[in-house]
């Protein structure tokens, strides 16, 4: 039960990180078309859908073994908590760094996608 519930997160997460790729993707094409309002809502569309992860994930989340599910809670929390501090700041460039570390290079898994990995290195928790 432990690994399908695992299983089954790793497959919510990777939708998740699918929806926020294609989201900084649209966000892109918005600005490079000098559209900074449709950036922004790009951008405050990907940290509404980052600041709900740990409380849409929690269903998952309860069936892993309980050892493993207050890391992993404690883990899409601060994720969630991120991108809320964002949204109440407005700030496009927070959003715009959420699940980016400072020293982020194009072509490295973003925080989100790091998560993802560990997760399936733990296979049966």
């Known amino acids: 039960m432990s690994s399908n519930a695992l299983s089954e997160l790793i497959t ?3 939708h998740i990180s699918a929806d926020v790729k294609r989201i900084e993707a649209e966000g892109e094409v ?3 078309e000098g ?7 790009c951008l405050e569309k990907k940290a509404k859908l980052l600041a709900g ?10 069936r892993l073994p309980d050892d493993a599910a ?3 809670a404690g883990r899409l929390e601060q994720f969630s908590m991120s ?3 964002a949204l109440r700041l407005g700030s496009v460039f927070f959003m715009t760094a959420l699940l ?6 194009p072509g490295d898994p ?3 996608d790091a998560y993802i990995e560990e997760l399936r290195g733990r296979g049966g928790l």
Request: no cysteine.
């Open 100 to 105: 980016y570390p400072e020293d982020h290079k």
């Open 30 to 32: 918005a600005l490079a």
């Open 35 to 41: 559209g900074q309002t449709a950036f922004q809502a």
């Open 53 to 62: 992860l740990a409380e849409n994930a929690w269903v998952i989340v309860e």
């Open 12 to 14: 919510y997460l990777e």
């Open 70 to 72: 207050d890391g992993v």
């Open 83 to 85: 991108a809320s501090t």
């Open 110 to 112: 973003n925080d989100l």
